[in-house]
C-alpha cells in the first residue's frame, strides 16, 4: 500500500527544519541532478490566476500579453473563481485543484543555495544552461513565464516578492506585518484523496472566518526548484477556512479569500470573465491550491 503524502505535511515538516534548523550554514551545496516536475505548463495556467498586476504603461501591457500568451482561456482551471453570495452552507460551487504528486515535484531549497544562482530574466541564457534546458524546450518557456512574472512591477497598493527559500519567505512575512510579530501559516488540505481535478464540492459547514488585519498569499511557479510568488494587497481581503465536500467523494478544508475591491485589477484578470463582472463590481473570491500558503500575523 502506498504512503499519501500531501503538500500541508511538507510545509509544515519544511517550516519545523528552517526554525528549529542549529545551523543553516552547514546545509549542503553541492552540485545535484535537478529536475522539472512535467506538468511545469499545467502549473503556470492554475497560479496565473492568481496573481493581478496594473498595466498602466507600455511595459506592463508587452509583460501582460507575453503571460497571457501561456493561457488557454477555455481551460477548466480557471473554475476557482466564486462569489461571497456562494458562502454558504449547501451552495455547490464547482472548483479545480490541480493533481501534483510531491515526490516528481521541485524541491526546496535553503537560502545560501538560492543565492548562489542568478534569479533574473536578463540571466535566462545561463539558466538554462545551468539547468540543462534546451531554448526551444517546455522547461525553458516556463522559466521565462515565471522570471517575466517576477520582474512585473506591482500594481498600486500591492508589494511582492518572488521567494526563492523558505527564508526569504519569512523575512517577507515580518517586513510585511512587522518584524516581531509572530506569523501562521495556512494551507488547504485535502481531507480525503482528490477523485478528478475538477468537480461540483458542496460547502458542507458554515464557512468560518480567519479575522486577520493582513494576510500574505504565496503562489507556486514553475521552476526547476521551488519558487514562490508572494504578495499582500492593500484594501478589504476576508479569509475563510471552508469545509468542501466533492461529488466523488473527496474531502477538502480549505483555505479561500475573497477581494472587496477589484477595482485597481486588471480588467482581463480570468476572475470576472468566470464570474460575468467587471473590475469595482463585486467582490471576488478564490480557493488556494494546496500547494500554496497563505500567511497571517498572529493576534494575541
Known sequence: MGVHVSWRVIILCALLVLL????????????????VAPDLQQLSKNNHLLVKHNIDD???KHARAHL?????????????????????????????????????SPHLI?????????????????LLDFFSFSRESPQAKAMEYT?????????????????????????????TFGLDTRVKALTTNHVRNQVSPLQNYTLLEEPKEILAPKMIGCHTLPYPYVV??????EGENRLFEISLGGENGDR???????????????????????????????PVCHIFPADNIVWVPLIS
Not at 81 to 102: A, C, M, N, W
Not at 148 to 159: A, D, F, I, K, N
Open 20 to 35: 528549529f534548523a542549529e545551523d543553516s550554514s552547514a546545509r549542503e551545496t553541492t552540485p545535484r541532478r535537478w529536475k
Open 58 to 60: 507600455d511595459h506592463q
Open 68 to 104: 497571457s500568451s501561456h493561457m488557454d482561456h477555455t481551460d477548466p482551471s480557471d473554475k476557482i473563481f466564486f462569489t461571497i453570495e456562494d458562502l454558504r452552507v449547501g451552495q455547490k460551487i464547482p472548483i479545480y485543484f490541480s493533481h501534483r504528486d510531491p515526490a516528481n
Open 110 to 126: 535553503s537560502r545560501e543555495e538560492a543565492d548562489s544562482i542568478p534569479f533574473s530574466l536578463a540571466k535566462l541564457p545561463y
Open 147 to 175: 522570471l517575466t512574472l517576477c520582474e512585473v512591477e506591482p500594481m498600486e497598493g500591492e508589494t511582492k516578492v518572488c521567494a526563492t527559500s523558505l527564508e526569504s519567505m519569512l523575512d517577507f512575512a515580518r517586513a
Open 228 to 233: 514562490y510568488f508572494c504578495h499582500s494587497q
Open 252 to 282: 477538502v478544508q480549505a483555505i479561500g479569500v475573497c477581494h472587496m475591491d477589484t477595482s485597481k485589477w486588471d480588467p482581463d484578470s480570468p476572475s470576472f470573465r468566470v464570474l460575468k463582472i467587471k473590475p469595482g463590481t463585486g
